[in-house]
T-cell receptor
């Protein structure tokens, strides 16, 4: 199966700071999604981004499929951005997830 | 439109018992997948149902089973519960389960004591 690696594993930010999360994958993919897991456990869709760049408010994502990585940018972070961010790629018949990046935003 | 609904939200069971979890997908979505999330193993694929048929299965013992009904609602069953089955069980739905965007439910947190 496809290996998915996320970095860094943990990130502590001061409110208002910007950050970049990275996702590397071991093979070509035609589907990549970023999720935010809230404190209650729900995985919230952030982006469906097999290639290119997308933006949604303070969040944006870029996937460079030919180089097998994706980046998630958080700008002007807020305490509500805290949680675990997962990258997942389509692997034959299932989503393969990275281990996640735990983001803590301090007021 | 309504999202993916999972019930119950929390469950406490005793070793050896069995449990059934329910998932109602987004209207029009025909594929339902189940994932198990634990601190040690992360998010792992259990199985996927499409049009009432199990299409794919992950690497889990036969104690884990499921089914899908004609309205696309799915249930997952775990028999002879073990302590290691304690986890967050997440259900995801998609139109066709062919790699398009997935939407997840809030999950069922199962604790086995």
């Amino acid at each position: 199966g496809i290996q998915v690696e996320q970095s860094p594993p943990d990130l502590i930010l001061q409110e208002g700071a910007n950050s970049t999360l990275r996702c590397n994958f071991s093979d070509s993919v035609n589907n990549l999604q970023w999720f935010h897991q809230n404190p209650w456990g729900q995985l919230i869709n952030l982006f469906y981004i097999p290639s290119g760049t997308k933006q949604n408010g303070r969040l944006s994502a870029t996937t460079v499929a030919t180089e097998r990585y994706s980046l998630l940018y958080i700008s002007s972070s807020q305490t509500t951005d805290s949680g675990v961010y997962f990258c997942a790629v389509w692997d034959d018949y299932k989503l393969s997830f990275g281990a996640g990046t735990t983001v803590t935003v301090r007021a | 439109k309504a999202g993916v609904t999972q019930t119950p939200r929390y469950l406490i069971k005793t070793r050896g018992q069995q449990v059934t979890l329910s998932c109602s997908p987004i209207s029009g979505h025909r594929s339902v997948s189940w994932y198990q999330q634990t601190p040690g193993q992360g998010l792992q694929f259990l199985f996927e149902y499409f049009s009432e048929t199990q299409r794919n299965k992950g690497n889990f013992p036969g104690r884990f089973s499921g089914r899908q009904f004609s309205n696309s609602r799915s249930e997952m069953n775990v028999s002879t519960l073990e302590l290691g089955d304690s986890a967050l069980y997440l259900c995801a739905s998609s139109l066709d389960g062919q790699g398009g965007g997935y939407t997840f439910g809030s999950g069922t947190r199962l604790t086995v004591v």
